[in-house]
Nanobody, 122 residues
């Protein structure tokens, strides 16, 4: 089992920035961030490999968001810049992807955090 604790959500105006953090209860391999709005499936935002050397991004956030690993406690950060109202969602951290599965599919991931809300106003 892995417990994932997200932090850093909040409200910001369009064009602003936020940093989300995800702290796992133990060392994990690949980790990812997803987001979800009411009535929609979870959308893959970004994935990072266990060594932090490989990253992947969803099309809608590429160039604006950066996923990284902090040295302390295997924490994964998501730096979100140039935020848009369309980025408003509940953001979830995920860990342990099934081998050979697409990172951007929520069904590929075994463990999930409780989520942190991001609201971007225009």
């Amino acid at each position: 089992q892995v417990q994932l604790v997200e932090s850093g959500g909040g409200s910001v105006q369009a064009g602003g920035s936020l940093r989300l953090s995800c702290a796992p209860s133990r060392v994990t391999y690949n980790m990812a961030w997803f987001r979800q709005t009411p009535g929609k499936e979870r959308e893959g935002v970004a994935e990072i490999s266990n060594d932090g050397q490989n990253t992947f991004y969803g099309h809608s956030v590429k160039g604006r968001f950066t996923i990284s690993r902090a040295s302390a406690r295997n924490t994964v950060n998501l730096d979100m810049n140039s935020l848009e109202p369309e980025d408003s969602a509940m953001y979830y951290c995920a860990a342990e992807k099934s081998v050979g599965h697409t990172w951007s599919s929520e069904r590929s991931w075994r463990f999930w955090g409780q989520g942190t809300q991001v609201t971007v106003s225009s």
